[in-house]
């Protein structure tokens, strides 16, 4: 397993469309990948459970990750979340 803390630096924030494109770059990897904010922790593979964290630019969110490819996966969030 691992963790990262990342800040989120999109432009607005996680709304429907930053969600939407999070879950698809969550689903690209074989591990299971969970985004904790505060005292929730979500599936970061369901829109549901990302759209209920209600996140902004600027907030801290813990990523973590287990399988084959966590590695992989927390790199490929941190990306998408940093906006690079």
Same mark, same amino acid.
Request: aromatic share 8%; charged share 40%.
């Given at each position: 397993m691992s963790t990262k803390e990342i800040t $989120?630096? #999109?432009e607005n924030g996680l =709304?429907?469309?930053p969600v939407a494109m999070l879950v698809q770059v969550a689903s690209q990897? =074989? +591990?299971s990948?969970? #985004?904790e904010a505060g005292s929730k922790k979500v599936n970061a593979k369901s829109i549901m459970g990302m759209m209920s964290l &209600? #996140? %902004?630019t600027g907030?801290?969110?813990t990523v973590i990750t287990e399988g +084959? %490819? =966590?590695e992989a996966a $927390?790199? &490929? $969030?941190?990306k998408y979340l940093s906006g690079k």
């Open positions: $989120i630096r #999109l =709304e429907a469309r990897f =074989e +591990s990948v969970y #985004l &209600g #996140l %902004d907030e801290k969110v +084959s %490819d =966590e $927390i790199e &490929g $969030i941190e």
